[in-house]
């Protein structure tokens, strides 16, 4: 079994028609600690998915009487914020996009492993569950706007100092502050932001933090807001 995680003990929704793989994966997150409700068919997995307790639902594209693509639209026609997985043996970008632009929070395609999926629940769940909004030493984030907002810092014209952060800028920030004060491994960056299986390199990493120091820092090349723990990763200290 792996570690104990904070977010263990939460409800999740498997939307899932065979049988082995439900068993599979049921097992597992169990195993995890979460509790399990698990469907067999899209309409049964839309009743579920629409309780306030679910935290997350792992939603397989291809069931029997309504299919996945429509149990997500009608979950987001709802304004339902429950966090979701799409499942599917389709592999094609032009898919991915499809559904991530439609409000799944992840995709992942089939085969994978059940350590896999466990490592993406983990990571969606901490995204999903940090605040939106966070201020610190003198700037504010904004997590759903992708911004930073320097509070006492002006141009010219008087204007706040408004930075605008990329995706996987606001991903490794948001990571970072919710583990306030802690070291933070660029492993766990990785997890949080791409998925444990992910190829990306301690580089890229790296240059994403030197981006975001550009735009939260006052002195970039002395930072006190995002510190290096030499040997550890990262620290937000704010």
Not at 115 to 127: H, K, N, S
Not at 175 to 196: E, M
């Amino acid at each position: 079994m792996s570690e104990p995680h904070a977010a263990a003990g939460l409800r999740l929704v498997l939307v899932e028609d065979e049988p082995a793989i439900a068993l599979a994966l049921t097992d597992r997150l169990e195993r995890e600690g979460f509790r399990v409700t698990h469907c067999a068919d899209g309409e049964s997995g839309l009743r579920a998915a629409q309780d306030g307790s679910v935290a997350l639902v792992i939603l397989d594209l291809m069931l029997p009487k309504m299919n996945g693509t429509d149990v997500l639209q009608a979950i987001r026609a709802g304004g339902s914020p429950v966090a979701v997985i799409c499942l599917t043996a389709k592999a094609s970008e032009r898919d991915r996009v499809s559904h991530l632009a439609g409000g799944a929070d992840d995709y992942l395609t089939k085969p994978f492993s059940t350590d896999e999926l466990v490592a993406r629940v983990r990571a969606v769940l901490r995204r999903t569950s940090a605040p939106s909004r966070v201020e610190a030493a003198g700037i504010v984030i904004d997590f759903d706007g992708h911004t930073v907002t320097h509070a006492a810092t002006q141009n010219v014209a008087g204007e706040l100092r408004i930075e605008k952060l990329s995706a996987l800028e606001a991903g490794i920030l948001r990571c970072l502050v919710t583990r306030r004060g802690k070291a933070t491994s660029r492993a766990q960056i990785l997890d949080a932001v791409w998925g444990r299986y992910a190829a990306v390199t301690d580089r890229t990493i790296d240059f994403n933090v030197k981006n975001l120091r550009r735009k939260i820092e006052i002195d970039p090349e002395s930072p006190r807001l995002l510190v290096t723990d030499h040997g550890v990763g990262y620290r937000f200290t704010g």
